[in-house]
């Protein structure tokens, strides 16, 4: 209870009050909500940043419950108030701290009857200490009517097919055009997923990050102007309207190259088939093995065909090394030679047709 009592004691002094821990709705703190709504009134006046805390924070937006002393009734005020709302721990363990709750209003303040909400725990500190420095008339800045400020806009907010047509700086990232001094190399293409509108025109961004920026300060990226010279911009093309040499560059391109560098590679001359035909036929085995859309079950079968049919390749080469010069019947042959030749001489008639090499796969 003791949050509760430094509330009621806050209030009557008029000082600030952190309400992280009052249990307010989010419909009850913006009906005393202040006059700069959900942007951290010190993010403005001493960074000239608009700091929405409802798209950001800079902490994690958790409570942390104080221990037993701070529901006694003779808890000191202080120690209990500081131990939550003003002290923030971060990856530490701490005994004293019980319950984590989850709130938006983890960094929100009342005072003088409104509410106002801080970016994170070193900006309530400062609010606490000081709120009128932050506020009028004090405060140096007052935050922007409705028009002056920025919106982010969701995923399909404007159809792609009329991108970048609808946008202000013809699709081109603002924050990127300008932390180049508006040269040429800063203009990268937005992306038509991220977006913001601001002053009635819409901006695209390359990065979150980037739209990020602009939300903080929007005024620094608006009113740009294009140089004369701007890169071509990219156009969606779906494969199916491609011609025939795109098409395949762009579905077997891949697949393609590596089957011919293994081709290359190995060199392959199967038994009783011209080398030819070998080396359309090993094609035709690597591209099955190879094919990424082939369930990984089929891929191991090809896999082992390939396998097959480099062992079968391979025993001219290895008959030709162990081959005597002289006929030897074949009591006198070794055991190796006499495998290796029973396999060669196997091969002689078989059919060479699809049926054998690629359906039996």
């Known amino acids: 209870m003791a949050h509760v009592m430094e509330y009621n004691t806050n209030r009557k002094r008029n000082k600030p009050m952190s309400i992280s821990e009052m249990g307010l709705t989010m419909e009850q703190f913006e009906k005393k909500i202040g006059e700069f709504g959900c942007y ?7 960074n000239d940043e608009l700091f929405d805390c409802r798209e950001e924070n ?38 004293d701290l019980h319950p984590h709750i989850p709130t938006d209003l983890r960094f929100a303040v009342e005072y003088n009857g ?26 140096l800045k007052a935050l922007p009517g409705v028009d002056g400020l920025p919106k982010r806009l969701p995923i399909g907010a404007i159809p792609h097919d009329s991108f970048p047509r609808q946008m202000a700086l013809r699709g081109f990232c603002p924050v990127c055009f300008q932390e180049t001094r508006q040269h040429y190399e800063g203009l990268h293409e937005g992306n038509a997923n991220i977006l913001a509108l601001y002053q009635g025109k819409i901006y695209a961004f390359c990065s979150e ?31 199916d309207e491609l011609p025939l040499p795109g098409y395949l ?20 001359k199967y038994p009783f088939l011209t080398p030819e035909r070998s080396a359309l036929i090993y094609m035709a085995l690597q591209l099955k093995a190879l094919n990424p859309r082939t369930p990984d079950y089929l891929r191991f079968r090809a896999r082992s065909r390939v ?29 190796t030679l006499s495998r290796q030749l029973h396999e060669f001489l196997s091969l002689q008639g078989q059919l060479d047709n699809e049926d054998r090499w690629v359906y039996s796969i």
């Not at 951290?40 to 001493?46: K, Q």
């Not at 104080?66 to 005994?95: H, M, Q, W």
């Not at 560059?249 to 392959?268: D, G, H, I, W």
């Open 114 to 139: 409104k509410t106002y909400r801080t970016a994170g725990p070193e900006e309530l500190r400062k609010f606490m200490a000081n709120p009128e420095k932050y506020l009028p008339p004090q405060a």
């Open 40 to 46: 951290c009134p010190v993010r403005l006046a001493e």
């Open 209 to 239: 990050e980037c739209r990020t920026r602009f939300m903080h300060r929007p005024w620094l990226y608006a009113d740009l102007k294009l140089p004369n010279k701007l890169p071509p911009m990219k156009v969606s093309i779906s494969v």
């Open 307 to 335: 396998e097959r049919f480099e062992r079968a390749c391979q025993l001219i080469d290895q008959l030709t090394t162990i081959m005597p010069v002289d006929y030897l019947a074949e009591c006198q042959r070794s055991e």
């Open 249 to 268: 560059e762009q579905t077997v391109a891949y697949v393609l190259r590596n089957a011919l560098a293994m081709c290359s590679k190995f060199r392959p």
């Open 58 to 95: 800079t902490a994690p937006l958790v409570t942390r419950l104080p221990g037993a002393e701070g529901c006694l009734p003779k808890a000191r005020y202080n120690s209990a108030f500081c131990s939550t709302s003003l002290r923030y721990i971060v990856d530490t363990s701490d005994a």
